[in-house]
């Protein structure tokens, strides 16, 4: 079965730092780009990265350029997307999706709740 | 900057057709392929579009998508409306390899 699977819901304090990952199965995952997708409550979605595994070809959004930081892993067919310093607007559904030839390949989405 | 823009809500009677446009400016929609998401509540989205008009595996063939260079825009058209197509759909494409997403379209099936 083709699939993204993702890490699991965080709480977390302001201040705190996050990696959350997305690991692909099914497909050749490190041939096609990935990116991150922020929807925060009640909105729509909004790109935030995007990182091809085979090269580690690196785009980031001018919105959150500076706010995060897309890897990959291609041992373990897995993206990330990590964050050094949270703050409350940080919270937020985050989707990954992989560009494959027939639309984009999602995964369920990490719940990140930021708090204090 | 490219920016795909979308009514913010639509509504159909059952069994209707209903079609959802993504206007582009800044930039030229002929220039890339536009993919079309379905998103449920409470549920990540999945494509049912992609390529302008290629529906994904599975979709019905109730769904359809266009391009229409003349108006920099992009359709989903949904005929013969079901309940459950009561979702929010929202518009991709491309800018300089860039993902591009329009603001998404509530489409209540009354």
């Known amino acids: 079965e083709v699939r993204l699977e993702q890490s699991r819901p965080e709480v977390k304090k302001p201040g705190e730092s996050l990696v959350i990952s997305c690991e692909g199965s099914g497909y050749s995952f490190n041939d096609y780009w990935v990116g991150w997708v922020r929807q925060m409550p009640g909105k729509g979605v909004e790109w935030m990265a995007m990182i091809h595994p085979r090269d580690s070809n690196i785009k980031y959004s001018p919105t959150f350029q500076g706010q995060v930081i897309i890897s990959a892993d291609t041992s373990r067919s897995t993206a990330y997307l990590q964050w050094r310093s949270l703050k409350a607007s940080d919270t937020a559904i985050y989707y990954c999706?992989?560009?494959?030839?027939?639309?984009?390949?999602w995964g369920p989405g990490t719940l990140v709740t930021v708090s204090s | 900057n490219f920016v795909l823009t979308q009514p913010p809500s639509v509504s159909e009677s059952p069994g209707k057709t209903v079609t959802i446009t993504c206007t582009g400016s800044g930039g030229s929609i002929a220039s890339n392929y536009v993919q079309w998401f379905q998103q449920r509540p409470g549920s990540a989205p999945t494509t049912i579009v992609f390529?302008?008009?290629?529906?994904a595996s599975e979709v019905p063939d109730r769904f359809s998508g266009s391009r229409d260079s003349s108006s920099n825009s992009a359709s989903l058209t949904i005929s013969g409306l079901q309940p459950e197509d009561e979702a929010d759909y929202f518009c991709h494409s491309y800018e300089d390899g860039h993902w591009v997403f329009g603001g998404g379209t509530k489409l209540t099936v009354l």
């Open positions: 390529d302008d008009d290629h529906r």
């Open positions: 999706a992989s560009d494959v030839p027939a639309g984009l390949l």
